[in-house]
């Protein structure tokens, strides 16, 4: 056992401040036994907080047209592929049939399509707003990067949270990801968002060529900015992209991530995303200190994920019923709605 791994985590438990190579320490761990401590120590310290409690959220990925060009995304404008926009009443059924399921938010999700970047959102925002009065559930929007003058609509229309995931904190290597995009624009999305009473969540991708120490400084950042919900996804290489053949990592580092970012932000909302390993990969993040899971899709109506769009969708493993019976099987339940809202509630009178 390395006690120099010990010493960090207590550290952290302590609620001491963790300087940026003490971070990159905690990502570095090798051992099983290393890693078995780390992440008994974030779970322990998730469950103090938030106990068995966790977080379910519907994946509503309604349009996968996309104007930008990223270099690591499947969906990327150059990509040819069959492309969906789902109808207004499409999504609203959707959204209504997840919440019937047992969903705490729908997460309502797109490509940068000019068609709902028109008018200043206008279709998004009607959309938005007939989530939240006719379907009655917290609603999460995933638009992209939107003007700063967007935001206070967002916030009129009922969206409860604005994701836009940094992806990385190295500028250097913002700009070889995401072509063509402006790293403050997409910084400040999460600063417009939190300024018009929005809640946020920030995110970054592990295994995108960044190294151990831009690992750790993105994490401290991200966690700095005080976006509510944060979180770390494995990079998964898409057909067709200028990324392809980069070699898959192991989701291990995805997870030494999750529970790095629990340690330092212990009370933030951290996801377990199904879209990178499906429904096996939901155990290994909640023991890594994750307390919601996303991407939830139901099977048969033709919806896509992002980094995995098909795996585990149509055979149902990532339908809310299974996800429950999986959470039930791990000695954990759900939140209900109106613990959730709660917790919405209270968070948004801290406004960090
Ligand atoms: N289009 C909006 C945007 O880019 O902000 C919202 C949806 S976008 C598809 C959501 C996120 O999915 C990206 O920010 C990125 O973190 C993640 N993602 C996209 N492609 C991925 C891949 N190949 N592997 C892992 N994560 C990926
Ligand atoms: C997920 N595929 O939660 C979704 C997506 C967008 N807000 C979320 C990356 O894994
Ligand atoms: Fe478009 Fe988002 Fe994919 Fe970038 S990550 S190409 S903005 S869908």
Known sequence: ??????????????????????????????????????????????????????????????????????AFCYYRRTNKLNRYRKSEDEVLALSGSLKDAGINLVDLTMGEDPVMCAEDYSDLLRIVRRVKDEVDISVMVSPGAVPEGSFSKFKDAGADWFACYQETYNRELFSKLRLEQDYDERLNQKVWAKKAGILTEDGIMVGLGETLEDRADSIIKMGSLGCEQIRAMTFVPQKGTPMESMRPSEPMDELIAISVMRLLFPDRLIPASLDVEGIAGLKTRLDAGANVITSIVPPHVDLAGVAQHELDIDNGHRSVAHVLSMLDEMGKRSATNTEYESLLKDLKAQNR
Do not use: P, Q
């Open 1 to 70: 056992m390395d006690l120099s791994i010990t010493y960090i985590i207590d550290k952290a438990k302590e609620g001491k401040e963790i300087s940026k190579d003490e971070v990159a320490e905690l990502l570095s761990v090798k051992s099983d036994r290393d890693r078995t401590e780390l992440f008994s120590a974030a779970s322990s310290v998730r469950d103090r907080i938030f106990g068995n409690k966790v977080f379910i959220y519907g994946f509503v990925y309604f349009s996968t047209y996309c104007r930008n060009n990223c």
